[in-house]
């Protein structure tokens, strides 16, 4: 449906939006809002990868969430310059075998506001990702902070890349760039992006070892399970080099 908005590094996301049929696998948008119907879906996610701690299991599993909404309402909005009805009610899901997204079946109505533009992101914020981090939270009694830096941290990256490739007007793109720069929306409402990144000190080194001028500003603590460690990005990670991890 927007397959040809998505180039690069963005060409994963290109058929997560699709337009609602009858598949009777899909799951009804507004039912996720409600933690029992979202606890079969991370239960399913944690028998499948192994992690009995819930905590761990609901933020690694909204990664996979936030990154096809997120990410793919981002790159729809700005490529059009519409912006998309996101109310669950508009919306139906369809899962991989570990309960993870795979798509997002649009209602007709969701696929464009005539009279809102694609810098408006009040839709993806209030009425799909907030009822959402409000579910897992209660799910788990993780802070709904930890979501929400889960959240953002896709919404920036994704920002970058199409920064990078170049394709959409500069000035369109500085109207989702200022979400991570300032408190309030432009209409004035919760920013949840505001600041996911902080700065570090020259010569920082991240879990991977390589050398990083910014991280994620709260850890996403998925490491509450030993399984996963730590991001390489999460701020936890970040070091300087010693002389012997520096030497070898």
């Not at 007007?169 to 919760?190: E, V, Y």
Request: net charge neutral; aromatic share 8%.
């Amino acid at each position: 449906m927007f397959a040809g908005h998505f180039h690069d590094n963005l060409a994963g996301f290109a058929e997560v939006f699709q337009t609602s049929d009858d598949r009777r696998d899909a799951l009804d948008g507004a039912r996720l809002a409600d933690p029992i119907h979202l606890t079969p879906l991370l239960a399913r996610f944690g028998r499948h990868h192994g992690c009995s701690e819930p905590r761990a299991t609901a933020s690694q599993w909204s990664k996979y969430f936030f990154s096809r909404l997120g990410i793919t309402t981002l790159v729809v909005q700005m490529a059009t310059d519409r912006a998309l009805d996101l109310r669950l009610d508009n919306l139906r899901m369809t899962c991989h075998e570990d309960g993870t997204p795979a798509c997002f079946l649009l209602a007709s109505g969701a696929q464009g506001q005539a009279s809102s533009s694609g810098s408006d992101f009040s839709h993806l914020i209030d009425h799909a990702l907030t009822p959402i981090v409000a579910a897992l939270s209660l799910y788990c009694r993780l802070s709904a902070r930890v979501f929400w830096s889960n959240a953002g941290v896709y919404f920036a990256w994704a920002l970058d890349e199409l920064e990078t490739q170049q394709r959409i007007p500069a000035s369109r793109l500085a109207s989702a760039r200022a979400l991570l720069t300032r408190r309030q929306r432009q209409d004035g409402g919760f920013n949840p992006f505001y600041r996911v990144y902080k700065d570090c000190s020259p010569g920082t080194l991240d879990g991977n070892d390589d050398v990083v001028d910014h991280c994620r500003r709260l850890c996403c603590m998925r490491d509450l399970d030993a399984q996963w460690g730590l991001c390489a990005n999460c701020p936890r990670a970040m070091h300087t080099a010693t002389p012997d991890r520096a030497t070898g």
